[in-house]
């Protein structure tokens, strides 16, 4: 079987201003995205053939890529929008770099944005979102997101004699990486304690356990290996990639502890050749702060029920053995759902340009960035290097 | 009887109907594969473990025990405002399969994975039980 390893290169990646951007709706943040990310290329919009968006909960469309490329007035060979929520639309970098290798498209455009702080009011982000629960067999029940995900940190408690603090811990990290980060939406220094007094909104998760309600949008271009040394800024190499998918409700997961997310970084690591000791830095979709903690265990940062200790020691924060969420992740950057993933990618982009300023991880070379959805039901694990071999 | 109005009613289709109807009669009913011999929860038009469709309704004990719990202080909506604190718990039943609820009729505080619960049921309308979890008491 081909392989993708080096094949796809990442040669344009921006975000829109996020948090909350007034002005904008879902889609002009899709295609404000869309016209930073080309511009960062240096492509003109008819030098792409292929768009990938993903679907908006404020702005839903029926055919929402087609009406991002009939409002960019482009007409793509390759053209896809994916609705699935969370980390899952990340799966679709896996995709289109296997349409490129196979020929369907040349040069992707892959745009992501909501406005889930503006578009919508509290209550009808919380409902779309906690619809993820089965319809008859969960959501009478009256669980919210953040509950779905304290299952798995109270399990995982139980299981592991992890604590709430160690949770509070990564919440602290995130928000250290975002204070050096100008475009962060949350940049005041948090510490556990803080974490430990705010409200608390399903046990053991406090508000700051939580991620944020955004607006905002992110955008890449990607293309094949061969074309991306012709672009502005040095490309940026798919090295591995792999998807593990466990269930939809959390109440079917084969465990509550460990997730799929030991495949698809399996997967990943054998495509690459590289393993976890290898990576410089880990981008972990971090929609709660247990979510980075079994992600830590899964994709093998440390073993498994060790992922408390592993932040507790501070591995994760500015400075640390592997910084995790450079940018202040879905916790204190920002979270506009669908597209949450897309800015760990662009961030990840730019710390393999060396172009983080601040917040730089010194001689970055190779990265993880793993997206997960669903309620740790459905893991996309990429692998990124400056070199393509 | 408590309003649940606003509340997320379910809605039984052909392949949950006689689950539903179970809970309307407060017994709680499981597929069960008579091919592998394997109990499955949510029901289903062919078994997840074999794919046999030689499947049959069958009453069992509804007791179990919590694998994880939270007590949600935020409400989902407007509707269970009235209900906070309240437990979300995923139960393993006795026969297998895992299935969420509602633990009620203890402190939320005093509720501990691994302990033995269960069923009762409360009545939402004239057509909808809902299965909750109850604490067993030592002896029952």
Redesign the interface.
Same mark, same amino acid.
């Given at each position: 079987m081909e392989s993708l390893r080096g094949k796809v290169a990442i040669v344009g990646a921006a975000d829109t201003e996020v948090g909350v951007v007034p002005g904008f709706g879902a889609t002009q943040l899709c295609i404000d995205a869309a016209c930073r990310a080309l511009a960062d290329a240096g492509l003109g919009k008819d030098q792409v053939d292929g768009l990938v968006t993903c679907n908006s909960m404020a702005e839903p469309y029926m055919y929402h890529a087609e009406a991002m490329a009939e409002y960019l007035q482009i007409f793509p060979r390759y053209c896809i929008s994916v609705g699935a929520g969370g980390g899952t639309t990340f799966s679709i970098l896996h995709h289109a770099a296997a349409a490129i290798v196979t020929g369907q498209c040349d040069t992707v455009l892959i745009s992501m944005a909501d406005s889930l702080r503006s578009g919508l009011s509290r /209550?009808q982000a919380?409902?779309m979102q !906690?619809a993820t629960?089965? !319809?008859? #067999? /969960?959501?009478? #029940?009256?669980?919210?997101v953040?509950?779905f995900y &304290?299952?798995?940190?109270?399990?995982h408690m &139980?299981k592991y004699g992890t604590t709430a603090e160690q949770f509070a811990q990564i919440a602290v990290g995130c928000r250290q990486h975002a204070s050096l980060n100008p475009a962060a939406q949350m940049r005041e220094p948090i510490s556990v304690e803080d974490v430990m007094t705010s409200?608390?909104?399903?046990?053991?998760?406090h508000l700051l356990d939580c991620s944020l309600v955004s607006d905002g949008g992110s955008a890449v271009v990607l293309t094949s290996a061969e074309r991306a040394a012709d672009f502005p800024h040095a490309p940026v190499y798919l090295l591995g990639v792999g998807e593990g998918h466990g269930h939809e409700h959390? !109440?079917?997961a084969q465990s509550?502890t460990t997730s799929t997310a030991v495949e698809s970084g399996q997967r990943a690591y054998a495509m690459a050749g590289l393993g976890p000791e290898d990576m410089d830095f880990a981008q972990l979709y971090d929609c709660f702060t247990p979510t980075v903690l079994v992600e830590l265990e899964d994709l093998g940062f440390c073993k498994k029920g060790e992922g408390g200790a592993f932040v507790e020691s501070g591995a994760i924060a500015p400075g640390g053995a592997l910084p995790v969420n450079t940018h202040g992740g879905l916790l204190s950057h920002c979270h506009p759902g669908n597209p949450g993933s897309m800015f760990a990618l662009t961030e990840t982009v730019s710390q393999l340009r060396q172009q983080a300023g601040e917040r730089q991880v010194p001689n970055a070379e190779v990265a993880m960035v793993h997206g997960q959805g669903g309620i740790m039901s459905s893991h996309t694990s990429l692998i990124l290097g400056r070199e393509n071999s | 009887m408590i309003d649940h109005s606003g509340k997320s009613f379910p809605v039984p289709t052909p392949e949950t109907e006689v689950y539903w109807e179970g809970c309307r009669e407060h017994q709680l009913r499981l597929q069960y594969c008579n091919n592998c011999g394997q109990h499955q929860f949510y029901p289903r038009i062919i078994c997840s473990a074999c794919m046999s469709n030689d499947l049959k309704w069958v009453d069992v004990s509804g007791e179990g025990e919590v694998i994880s719990f939270t007590i949600v202080r935020r409400p989902v909506s407007e509707a269970y405002k009235t209900e906070v604190p309240y437990v979300v718990a995923l139960i393993k039943l006795l026969e297998g399969p895992t299935m969420m609820s509602n633990v009620v009729g203890c402190d939320p505080e005093a509720l501990e994975i691994g302990m033995p619960v269960s069923v009762q049921f409360q009545d939402w309308s004239e057509q909808i039980s809902i299965p909750k979890f109850c604490p067993k008491i030592a002896g029952d």
């Open positions: /209550e919380m409902t !906690s629960g089965h !319809s008859q #067999f /969960e959501i009478p #029940f009256g669980p919210t953040p509950a &304290a299952l798995i940190a109270q399990a &139980a409200r608390m909104i399903a046990d053991p998760l959390i !109440s079917q509550l | -």
